[in-house]
């Protein structure tokens, strides 16, 4: 064999950096094999180029935000929490910010700055990072397992994957690694887009592309179903675009749409003013009967949008209030509370920026890493079936299970 190692770890993202460096740190010989020439793509792209590192809350709030994935992470957290990933980077020169929202970023605004940092640790580690190194083959032997690359044969006793999934492709996340795992005995809950932007041919939600209302409650439904349980209910920033729907609220939704593709009679039932029930609403529009319906409701939503959810309830933007009949408030509420907007599917992996799906995560154990199937085989990150909303929840979750991995390998004489 022209090369042998400790560790080598497959694929050079979040995951594949913290467990290299960790592996690393703790005096095992570590190779990183990325098939790009730069490495760390997805985080330079990230959060418009800001990369959204994790979210201000502590280890309860990043599991309860996975959902039922999220007690896979306890482990995974305990050991590099937000606040212990916040002081990493600080100490490796990126000192950060709390948004709004909760999203942590760098203070520069530039993931190129969080990418040079996650280089210059490994370099700090002694790991050694190769690039422009595709695998092409991953076989298992007694002592551990071959790794066949473009131009080299290697011999490790451990490998970790942290492959990604399938999302943002032009990244280099072309689903490689699933099939390493299938070959390696795994199971693989299919992939889907996440956090992926919806399509819908209304032509009145294309002509408002680039209209962003800050806070709308979307609910997901199944039209052919009305009288069911919305199958997802989401609350944030919400963008219209001229292919459809953006923004975290719809983002964070549309599982439920990537989840039955076929479905074909998707609705986003959209409240544009959560913070108001109807009550409310027809308390202020009563105080305020004198004045036009279109110039109230443009105080509380931009005029754009005003303008087309009047003319789809069939109401003059000019219409004094007082004059509004008992049929139009109803539909005015309606449009304001409950405009179903069609959906014929989503974006796709290519939009996506996380992937549902992927490695079983009954068959890895959480408190290494480790898989349960194939003995000295480790996975973390977007690899596994474990995908959290839009706001730094699934960066985190890279960091962590990464970081988890690296500690936890172990050489054949351990």
């Not at 009305?226 to 675009?241: A, I, Q, V, Y």
């Not at 789809?312 to 304001?336: F, G």
């Not at 003995?375 to 730094?392: R, T, V």
Request: glycine fraction near 8%; charged fraction near 20%.
């Amino acid at each position: 064999m022209s090369n042998s190692c400790d560790v080598a770890v497959i694929g050079a993202g979040a995951a594949g950096f913290f467990a290299a460096i960790r592996a690393a740190q703790r005096g095992l010989h570590t190779l990183l094999l990325e098939k790009n020439r730069k490495p760390a793509v997805k985080i330079l792209m990230s959060g418009g180029t800001r990369c959204n590192l994790t979210q201000a809350t502590d280890r309860r709030g990043i599991v309860e935000a996975f959902g039922r994935q999220g007690k896979f992470l306890h482990s995974a957290l305990s050991l590099l929490g937000p606040d212990e990933l916040i002081t990493l980077f600080d100490s490796a020169g990126v000192p950060t910010k709390v948004e709004p929202t909760g999203k942590v970023f760098p203070v520069s605004n530039r993931a190129v700055d969080v990418a040079a940092a996650v280089v210059q640790m490994l370099d700090r580690s002694g790991a050694q990072l190769r690039l422009e190194s595709p695998v092409t083959q991953l076989d298992q032997t007694d002592a551990g397992f071959v790794i066949q690359t473009n131009h080299e044969t290697i011999q490790a006793a451990n490998v970790i994957l942290t492959t990604g999934g399938q999302s943002y492709p032009g990244c280099g996340t072309t689903g490689d690694g699933y099939a390493w795992a299938k070959q390696l005995g795994h199971k693989i809950i299919p992939p889907r887009p996440a956090l992926v932007p919806l399509l819908s041919d209304d032509r009145w939600v294309q002509e408002l592309r680039g209209v962003t209302v800050p806070d709308v409650e979307v609910r997901i439904i199944d039209s052919d179903q009305l009288n069911k349980k919305p199958l997802d209910t989401r609350r944030g920033s919400f963008l219209f675009t001229h292919f459809g729907l953006s923004g975290p609220a719809v983002m964070d939704a549309s599982q439920a749409v990537t989840a039955r593709p076929d479905a074909g009679s998707w609705q986003a039932v959209c409240d544009f003013l959560p913070a108001r029930n109807s009550e409310q609403l027809t308390t202020e529009l009563a105080t305020t009967n004198k004045l036009s319906l279109g110039n109230v409701v443009s105080e509380w939503l931009p005029r754009r949008l005003v303008e087309a959810l009047l003319i789809q309830a069939e109401i003059p933007y000019d219409q004094r209030l007082a004059e509004l009949s008992k049929r139009a408030r109803t539909k005015l509420l309606a449009a304001l509370k409950k405009t179903p907007i069609s959906i014929r599917g989503s974006q796709g992996f290519k939009k996506a920026e996380v992937t549902a799906g992927g490695v079983d995560l009954r068959e890895v154990d959480s408190s290494t890493m480790q898989s349960k199937i194939c003995p000295q085989l480790y996975l973390a990150g977007e690899i596994l079936d474990l995908d959290g909303p839009i706001g730094g929840y699934n960066f985190q979750s890279a960091f962590s299970t990464g970081w988890l991995a690296g500690e936890k390998v172990q050489t054949t004489e351990n």
